[in-house]
């Protein structure tokens, strides 16, 4: 008996455990959503379009070097070009972006960066612009939409600025854009490079798409969100670029209209918030949301604690600094007066050489050091490490001097628009007048407040011609805001940093280049990933340094 | 029989009388070499004649031998006989067991098998082996074991582990390393949590053939670990104790770099031709000013000259410069002595029904870069019974406790927080202590110590700034950050087997491996990431896998031909990995690792990630008359990794031996001891995509959360397919072993053919797609190779022994099919090449009239090949900008033509002297260190000394061009950095003594050994300095170079 009792145990435990359960093999993903979840209503693709939200400014794990969007773009585009010096070598951030080998070698994780996380922000915008298709339409639906459409005008506009020659110096019907992607599926080929003028046709309707949803709703809940607003000054940007002026004018007249310009105060507060009035769109960074060593003030701040900011002052084209009037209250935010702390001084004059040995605006060492704590308690929350030097920019501030919060990030502003609206009616020919009264509204707002009241401002002050003047205005008003690179390109400006504190043999290939309209080195190289991965890529022309 | 009986009565009658006459009493004790325990029931007889005995319960023996009685034949079953010569009253013996012959079991997939019949490939490290090494992770002991065996030793971290190639490279994406089984379950934690001490034998799995019951897992071979049990030892308790202790250095040399005077003369051509070059300034002010104004670049003057008159305008160096600086030297305040310690204590024995082996094991070793330590405690407990006859149990459990310091933290390559990265690239001017610029002493702070230089000046000292590593300094960084990591891991394995019928058996068998986690990981608020507020994480994980599987065995025979085997099974597996991360910045007071001591969270992600399977396999075995063998293996997996419709496949094997010296016809020749012929195909799976948690999920595209301020948001990360499924890997594999020479000789010729299809590659997309990748089955590709193994005895003398054994394989791996061939780092994945083909730019040489490098031009088909460009004239089209050209396969590879092992085994009466070498030959590697030693002239980073080569004047011939500040086309990534990767490396040297029972028996002891030991000891490369053993991919990087290993022991059982 208990013979046969053993078997049936045996029997009972092998054919109990012989085989799971047919879900056994079913496992879901705790750290992620499938898209069918993601993108199956108006509500779930609004969480998916903060994310994209999010990639505007925060640290991505698309790149090993995890950028943080346009956190390392905008430097990008401002330590090339030749107004946002660095007075020292320092560490080595930008290094190969202030002496050009970076957007001119194919396999640059700058080229790759700029490229994929444009490319991605499309991509993404694509999934929910394609899921909405069939969705009964709502106002939640429309705002999503139209947001969605606005980042693929937006991405693709920033990505044909930077990969393909300006259309108002080539010819836009021949010349290579960049391919346009409105759809991202299995099998993944590749696609081709559109004309310059296709990619702008398609930017054009993408962000007439975005104005058409955007306008009349209002469900923004922060300034990341892009509003009817936002995408009205997008298509001034695109417009102005393309050479459109009349579109541009307009956009940027709708796109500013009731709102203000900051004042003085405001203006010398560091550019840290959002919730500056003139902020149209911009990111606001929460704290355990930090970018850490890859935030957008680590790159471009002065009193950020990093040891890039620590060890590399940075500091105003002193040429461009010089052409700011002194009734302009925008001259205050670059310190021409700096201490010089990255030179070890002789004081005493030991050698018997007196020329140079001291700071020539500060002849004694006590004037120097006292300087030199002043400035320490004024921005450096009395730290002694930041480094110093003449022309060094304080445009941006941290909210806590010397420390490594994370400050918001700032993509669009009003004055921004009015430099557009002007700019746009001036070379429109026959509209100087109009164009001199946008200006002067800007111009007014950066007078210097003082009793009694300095004179207006005077459009013809510097003696330059409308357009130069408000070019200038431009310059000074968006300094560091990451619109250089793309004002030189569409202006087909040349670059030379003669009379600047530049050191050529730091520069380098940085220091003079001729204009982009005959000179292929301004041109972003197509990244070698995609040359590797797409038959249909056609490479831009190789850089000659 | 009972004839014989008699007879040999007689004889023994007539053999006693003689005795009777002249005769003496002899007496002595066996035991076995194995455990050092007594033999009980050994056979003594005195040679040509029939006297003989028996030794007694304790081994011992008493013989009377007559006048013309010389030696002495001991013999016992599964033991080799000795002959020893009758020279004293006392003769004792320590038996060795027959470990050479075929006749020797082996742990194999599912079972053990005689290794007679085994169809398979495989190699097999035994226990005796790894007494020999000093290691902390049994990996390193698999280099040189077997033949076809690759491993790289990808860090030198204590306690880190190598990684493991079997048969080639059978897979695109990185993760080609072998599934391990530990006591029949996959294992999942690091090999270096197993102490070598507990480990019995490790078996490698090579073939199709041998590995197919493991199906899914097993496309790359298995590693099967077996740890050590109990012997019947008749209710004793064997002890062993082993204690050892050694010095942990450096075991390749670093690069040679340049000095202070010939740095200043390089970066002074550096200079001077950026100006000449990068801003078109006249030669001869470029002179005057690189030779005014490079102290200016490099910021340090370490000699006792003025900073302007460093170089002159000449570029040589000041004849009265002398170097008075103090400590430029980066390795040397972060490199120490380490020190290793380690001891075992292990209890076993068992009775009739029941065996038990229980161990302890402590290890500490410190690296010999500050901050790298290791530390490991562990138990094990393994207990079997057989309470009824028709029931079997057991459960083997070992815990595991360690604790890991890391020198490199968690930074890459190149990052700052990278030891070796930043003490390899340092120029050689720069001090790690703040010195006085002008007197090159000390400045040493108010309590008399000295201070670091960050590098970003001191205007009060007069110091200025590093132009590199500013504000970063490695050896502050490792003296004031802390990292620790502490895991403990649990593992069991138990198991039920019931014998239902004679020859019928069902068993089900359990495996659960718990390993926890803990990384806690400070970096400082002085310097570093850490500045200016200091900052901490931690990250916990807790990993469970849980396999579960249930056999029937049943083997029977017909007639006296005929056996036959069975096994059906069925397997589960469940992997889960459960993790959290955080991050806090703000230190309150310094010293307090916890959470608690810091303010501002940055920080917070935690997720759980699964990855399940299961299979029902099937295995039969056929012998006819011991001399033919077929065997066939079937298994049908399920991956969760794939989607539904696709996740089963199914895997299969065929084998079959010859045992040819049981033929007739080769037993009539008397020099054949042993041959054997096998021959197996099998198709076998691989589920891993890639080494990432993420790719658990390979089929599904997701969505993940990525929140924007306090709104939710979710970010898009895969694409997915769908269509995903098994990789599969298909090998034919046939081979010839011999015993020759009455087994003075033994070896194998093996060759095999791999192919494995559809392969798993997260394959790159065009970043256009805004996803960059894909996981996509797509190429195949093959592997084969020929592994020759050769063993011998060259002296067998009565006190003299030596055994050598050579090993030899070739790997040659082509891809055979890809859809779209595309370029992979330095390398070009198409058809016709291999994995590791080079495809990169040509460097032609320098122009010597302008110094530039010069690149011949790769231009590219219709086709998409690409082709060397030459002119109408015939001559070679050059460029100075690489990037002007395409790259094209340079016609070299990782991969070594020959590689593999030389051990050598000599015997002197008590003494052991073992020692292996290992070796290749053939293959490139890409040095990257040198490149990134050998660069443009970047201001303040360290040169190599080939670097005083470069070009300097028009008409200077050489190969090493200008060197020039910030222009990149002068020494990017080229074949001018492929190194031949041949070397000779003396991996392990073994010396020992065995003391003579019969001079420690009083003691109590019944072995007493003592011995040194050396691991890593020297290599021969081409390069100084080079690794050629790092990465299978033939690249170098910034990583913990192996350790070296002086260790003395003593081995004690009693």
């Known amino acids: 008996m208990k013979k046969y009792f053993n078997k049936l145990f045996l029997l009972v435990l092998v054919v109990s455990t012989l085989g799971c359960s047919d879900d056994y093999l079913s496992t879901q993903p705790t750290h992620a959503f499938t898209p069918s979840s993601a993108l199956s209503s108006p509500e779930n693709m609004l969480v998916a379009l903060n994310g994209m939200h999010r990639e505007m400014y925060g640290q991505s794990s698309l790149n090993s070097t995890w950028h943080g969007g346009e956190s390392y773009i905008m430097p990008m585009m401002e330590y090339g070009a030749g107004d946002y010096l660095r007075a020292l070598p320092g560490t080595g951030w930008f290094k190969s972006t202030c002496q050009w080998t970076s957007h001119t070698d194919a396999t640059s994780s700058n080229v790759e960066w700029v490229w994929y996380q444009y490319y991605h922000l499309i991509g993404s915008a694509n999934n929910i612009i394609n899921s909405a298709e069939g969705m009964v339409e709502t106002d939640l639906l429309d705002e999503v939409l139209g947001q969605a459409y606005a980042y693929r005008a937006w991405a693709h506009h920033r990505l044909v600025c930077l990969f393909a020659k300006n259309p108002q110096y080539s010819d836009e019907t021949t010349e290579l854009g960049v391919p346009v992607m409105l759809v991202t599926k299995f099998p993944y080929e590749g696609q081709a490079r559109e004309t310059v003028a296709n990619v702008y046709a398609q930017c054009e309707t993408d962000i007439q798409k975005a104005i058409t949803l955007l306008t009349g709703k209002s469900g923004r809940k922060s300034k990341t969100h892009i509003t009817a607003r936002t995408a009205n000054g997008i298509a001034a940007r695109i417009a102005l670029t393309k050479g459109d002026f009349v579109a541009a004018a307009t956009y940027a007249n709708v796109a500013k209209s009731g709102l203000n310009l900051m004042s003085q105060d405001s203006y010398k507060s560091g550019f840290n918030s959002y919730e500056n009035v003139e902020w149209m769109w911009g990111a606001e960074v929460v704290a355990d949301q930090t970018n850490y060593y890859r935030s957008w003030f680590y790159y471009i701040g002065m009193n950020f604690n990093g040891s890039f900011d620590r060890g590399t002052p940075r500091i105003i084209n002193s040429t461009l600094f010089n052409q700011i009037a002194v009734t302009d209250y925008r001259r205050d935010v670059f310190l021409d007066k700096m201490p010089d702390t990255t030179v070890a001084w002789d004081w005493e004059q030991e050698d018997g050489d007196s020329t140079n040995d001291f700071d020539p605006n500060y002849p004694t060492k006590a004037e120097f050091d006292k300087a030199v704590d002043s400035i320490n308690a004024l921005y450096f929350n009395n730290k002694t490490s930041f480094k110093k030097h003449p022309y060094q920019v304080a445009k941006f501030l941290n909210a806590n001097p010397a420390t490594i919060e994370p400050e918001d990030v700032l993509f669009m502003r009003v004055s921004e628009m009015y430099l557009i609206e002007a700019e746009a009616l001036a070379r429109q020919g026959g509209k100087d007048a109009e164009a001199t009264a946008v200006i002067s509204v800007l111009g007014n707002a950066r007078v210097r407040v003082m009793e009694p009241a300095l004179p207006e401002y005077d459009v013809a002050a510097r003696g330059l011609s409308l357009i130069d003047e408000i070019l200038l205005m431009r310059r000074i008003e968006l300094f560091g805001e990451g619109h250089r690179w793309f004002d030189m390109l569409r202006n087909d400006e040349a670059l030379d940093l003669a009379g600047s504190d530049a050191d050529p043999s730091y520069y380098l290939k940085g220091y003079k280049q001729d204009k982009p309209s005959i000179n292929n080195n301004w041109l972003f190289q197509i990244p070698q990933a995609e040359l590797n991965a797409n038959a249909n890529m056609v490479a831009n022309p190789a850089a000659v340094l | 029989m009972k004839k014989n009986l008699f007879s040999m009565l007689i004889l023994c009658l007539i053999g006693l009388q003689s005795v009777l006459a002249q005769s003496r009493e002899v007496s002595g004790v066996v035991t076995s070499a194995d455990d050092g325990l007594s033999i009980p029931g050994v056979s003594v007889i005195i040679k040509g004649t029939t006297i003989g005995t028996t030794t007694d319960f304790d081994g011992k023996y008493t013989i009377s031998v007559p006048e013309d009685g010389k030696i002495l034949v001991f013999s016992f079953v599964g033991m080799k006989t000795a002959e020893l010569p009758v020279n004293s009253n006392t003769i004792d013996l320590v038996m060795e067991s027959e470990s050479i012959g075929m006749d020797e079991v082996m742990v194999v997939a599912f079972g053990t098998a005689k290794k007679e019949s085994f169809t398979g490939s495989a190699g097999v490290v035994g226990a005796e082996k790894l007494e020999e090494r000093t290691l902390s992770s049994v990996g390193q002991a698999l280099e040189g074991s077997t033949t076809g065996v690759q491993v790289a030793s990808t860090s030198g971290q204590p306690g880190s582990a190598p990684a493991i190639r079997i048969r080639g490279f059978g897979t695109l994406n990185g993760d080609a390393s072998p599934l391990y089984i530990v006591d029949g379950s996959q294992y999942e934690g690091s090999l270096a949590d197993i102490s070598p001490e507990d480990i019995a034998s490790m078996t490698i799995l090579k073939d199709a053939s041998s590995t197919a019951l493991y199906g899914s897992r097993a496309a790359n071979g298995v590693i099967l670990i077996t740890t050590k049990r109990g012997k019947k030892n008749q209710g004793k308790v064997k002890i062993d104790f082993k204690a050892v202790t050694g010095v942990v250095s450096q075991a390749i040399p670093h690069y040679e770099t340049v000095g202070a005077k010939d740095y200043y003369e390089l970066m002074y051509q550096s200079y001077k031709n950026s100006l000449i070059h990068g801003a078109d300034v006249d030669p001869t002010i470029a002179a005057q000013t690189a030779a005014t104004g490079i102290f200016g670049k490099l910021g340090y003057n370490p000699f006792n000259v003025a900073n302007d008159q460093i170089v002159d305008a000449n570029g040589v160096i000041n004849p009265d410069a002398k170097v008075i600086a103090q400590g430029l030297d980066w390795y040397d305040p972060i490199e120490q002595t380490g020190y290793r310690q380690n001891y075992n204590l292990s209890a076993s024995g068992g009775g009739e029904k029941h065996d038990y082996f229980f161990s302890m094991g402590y290890l500490d070793e410190t690296g010999y870069v500050t901050n790298s330590d290791f530390e490991r405690i562990n138990t094990r407990m393994n207990v079997n019974a057989t309470p009824k006859k028709w029931l079997k149990l057991g459960t083997n459990m070992s815990w595991s406790f360690t604790k890991k310091g890391l020198a490199s933290t968690t930074d890459g390559n190149s990052s700052f927080g990278n030891p070796f990265r930043f003490a390899r690239y340092m120029g050689p001017i720069y001090p790690v202590y703040q010195i006085n610029p002008t007197t090159g002493e000390y400045i040493l702070d108010p309590a008399g110590k000295k201070q670091y230089d960050h590098g970003s000046g001191y205007d009060e000292h007069g110091i200025g700034s590093r132009p590199t590593n500013v504000d970063r300094h490695i050896v502050a960084e490792l003296d004031y950050n802390f990292n620790e990591t502490k895991t403990n891991i649990i593992s069991n394995r138990s198991y039920a087997e019931f014998n239902i019928i004679e020859g019928l058996k069902v068993s089900t068998n359990v495996g659960i491996d718990v390993q926890n986690y803990h990384q806690k990981d400070f970096e400082n608020k002085i310097i570093g990431d850490g500045a200016p507020d200091g900052r901490y994480n931690e990250t916990r994980y807790t990993q469970t896998a849980l396999n579960w599987n249930q056999l029937i065995n049943y083997n029977t025979k017909f007639g006296e031909d005929h056996s036959v085997e069975v096994l059906l099974g069925h397997e589960s597996y469940d992997l889960n990995y459960t993790y959290m991360y955080g991050m806090k910045s703000k230190s309150t007071v310094t010293g307090i690792n916890e959470f608690d001591n810091f303010v501002t969270p940055t920080s917070l992600d935690g997720a759980t990630y699964e990855k399940k399977s299961e299979g029902y396999f099937a295995r039969l075995k056929y012998n006819f008359q011991n001399k033919y063998y077929f065997e066939g293996s079937f298994r049908r997996d399920g991956s969760s990794v794939f989607h539904p419709d696709v996740r089963w496949g199914n895997f299969y094997s065929v084998g079959a031996t010859w045992r040819m010296d049981q033929e007739a016809f080769i037993q009539n020749l008397t020099w054949i001891d042993q041959l054997k012929f096998r021959v197996s195909y099998g198709e076998v799976g691989n589920d891993r995509i890639g080494t990432s948690r993420g790719n658990y999920y390979g089929y599904q595209a997701l969505y993940e959360p990525h929140p924007n301020a306090l709104e939710s948001g979710l970010r898009w990360s895969s694409v997915g397919n769908d269509k995903l499924t098994w990789e599969s890997n298909n090998a034919f594999d046939v081979a010839l072993e011999y015993t020759v020479l009455n087994n003075r000789l033994h070896g194998a010729v093996e060759f095999y053919h791999k192919i494995s299809e559809d392969l798993l590659y997260n394959m790159p997309l065009s970043p256009s797609m805004g996803l960059n990748s894909q996981p996509r089955n797509i190429a195949t590709l093959y592997n084969q190779g020929f592994e020759i193994s050769l063993g011998g005895t060259v002296i067998d003398t009565e006190d003299f022994k030596w055994n050598i054994d050579l090993q030899a394989s070739t790997v040659k791996n082509e891809i055979t099919a890809i859809p779209d061939p595309f370029d992979s780092g330095s390398k070009r994945w198409a058809k016709g090449h291999s994995v590791y083909d080079y495809y990169l730019y040509d460097y032609y ?127 990017p990534t080229s074949d001018r950095w492929l190194t031949d990767a041949s070397y000779l490396s003396l991996k392990n040297v073994n010396l020992s003594y065995t003391f003579p029972k019969s001079k420690i028996k009083d003691l109590g002891i019944n072995s007493l050994k003592v011995f040194a030991s050396g691991e890593n000891l020297f290599m021969l490369t081409k390069r100084e300095g080079l690794n050629p053993q790092e990465a299978f991919s033939g690249t170098t990087s910034n990583v913990y170079l192996p350790s070296r290993v002086v260790s003395f022991g003593v081995n004690v059982s009693f």
Do not use: C
């Not at chain 2, 460009?869 to 002007?884: A, H, I, K, R, S």
């Not at chain 2, 293959?923 to 000394?945: C, F, P, Q, S, T």
């Open chain 2, 845 to 971: 040489g320098v122009d010597a009239a302008t110094g530039d490098a010069l690149y011949h031009k790769w231009e590219k088909d219709a086709e998409g090949n690409t082709h060397k460009m030459y002119d109408e004239n015939g001559d070679p089209v050059l460029t100075t900008n690489e990037q002007d050209s395409e790259k094209g396969y340079t016609g070299d590879s990782s991969i070594p033509d020959l590689f593999g092992s030389i051990s050598n085994t000599l015997k002197y009466k008590d003494f052991q002297l073992s020692f292996m070498f290992t070796y290749a030959i053939g293959g490139k590697i890409l040095d990257y260190n040198y490149r990134d030693l050998m660069h443009e002239g970047e201001y303040g980073e360290a040169l190599h000394v080939d670097a005083k080569k470069a070009w300097k004047q028009a008409g200077d011939i050489t190969n090493t061009p200008r060197l020039q500040s910030g222009n990149t086309h002068i020494a």
